[in-house]
């Protein structure tokens, strides 16, 4: 039977029937000095079982708070919790050709997020293209295409506006949350290293910044293969870029067997486009809808793997006042093939 911690009034009576041991003595007694003694004695005691059961739920990870899962993830993990990261790609400027671009140069979003660029660059026919980095971590330090960034200081030779490049500016992540660290960590504890086995190339694209999802095709390729498709559920867009591919490659190169043959590739997008009739066909029930599908979609999706039409019909009915629904497409099972991943599209509301 698991203990149970004691009530104050408990400890209080406790503490009276302690006093009241002594002949004569009357603990319960108002404002009498037995009674406050009586009262004190209990609370100091509560507050002794109430720092013990906090240190109860620190010694497992499962339900250790933050100082402590980074404790545990310093152990077990390789470089514990994910730092947030900057965001980097390139930036076109224009000016005069010749004008140097140096190193250190200072660029700024209208937000006030700064980027200082990574190595010397030179106009030519009237544009550079110049590689930088956010000056700041986190996921907001990410841009798409086109979006504009000024100098901080004027540079003779170039206008005062730059564009970013056609990738964008990618790869800033947020610090790894709490929940993240800890899922990671139980996996790690649960599934221990196996000398390169599936679990462990899961395990080694999600030690990188970003990745959220991985999933292992051993042979995939041919003998002594293994090919590793991640995704960012995080980002803007969950397929990574070439450069976020390249990270994680780099990474399970520097750690799995030497004589595996490892390819770490994107997964292919395959959108999921539905067409429901709901019923009571309001906002909020829509929203509650796509929700749902959504998250079976995040939870059920993998490579090449099959999302079941009733488990679709099952996330319609289990939004938030959803009454009936006539699901008319997807009308089977939802297929992708061999490095395609499913992804939530749209919804035709019929």
Do not use: C
């Not at 100098?151 to 992540?173: E, F, K, N």
């Amino acid at each position: 039977m698991a203990y149970q911690r004691p009530e104050l009034m408990d400890l209080r009576d406790a503490a009276y029937a302690a006093i009241e041991a002594i002949p004569g003595a009357d603990a319960r007694l108002r404002f009498a000095v037995l009674n406050a003694l009586a009262v004190m004695t209990a609370g100091a005691a509560d507050g002794l079982y109430g720092y013990q059961e906090w240190i109860s739920k620190q010694i497992l990870p499962d339900r250790a708070e933050k100082e402590f899962l980074d404790r545990y993830a310093s152990l077990w993990l390789s470089g514990g919790r994910k730092q947030a990261t900057g965001g980097a790609g390139l930036v076109t400027v224009s000016g005069t050709d010749g004008t140097v671009v140096p190193a250190g140069t200072l660029f700024i979003r209208s937000d006030g997020v700064q980027y200082a660029s990574q190595a010397d660059a030179t106009v030519a026919t009237g544009t550079a293209s110049v590689s930088v980095l956010a000056t700041t971590a986190g996921l907001s330090t990410n841009a798409v295409m086109g979006q504009s960034l000024t100098l901080v200081t004027p540079v003779p030779g170039l206008q005062s506006t730059a564009a970013v490049g056609v990738a964008g500016l990618t790869t800033g992540t947020d610090v790894e949350s709490d929940d993240d660290l800890r899922a990671r960590l139980l996996q790690r504890l649960q599934q221990p290293p196996d000398g390169g086995s599936a679990a462990d190339y899961v395990q080694w694209a999600l030690s990188v910044a970003g990745v959220t999802r991985a999933w292992v095709a051993p042979l995939e390729l041919g003998p002594n293969t293994v090919v590793v498709r991640f995704v960012r559920d995080d980002d803007a867009s969950i397929i990574p870029d070439a450069a976020e591919v390249a990270a994680v490659q780099a990474y399970i190169d520097s750690v799995r067997p030497v004589t595996a043959e490892v390819t770490v590739v994107a997964p292919v997008a395959m959108a999921v486009n539905f067409q429901i009739q709901l019923t009571p066909n309001t906002v909020a029930v829509r929203a509650a809808v796509e929700a749902e599908l959504r998250d079976l979609i995040t939870r059920e999706a993998i490579p090449g793997g099959t999302i079941l039409l009733s488990h679709i019909n099952e996330a319609i009915s289990l939004a938030a006042g959803e009454t009936d629904h006539v699901l008319t497409s997807p009308s089977a099972n939802v297929a992708a093939p061999v490095g395609q991943l499913a992804v939530f599209g749209s919804i035709t509301w019929m």
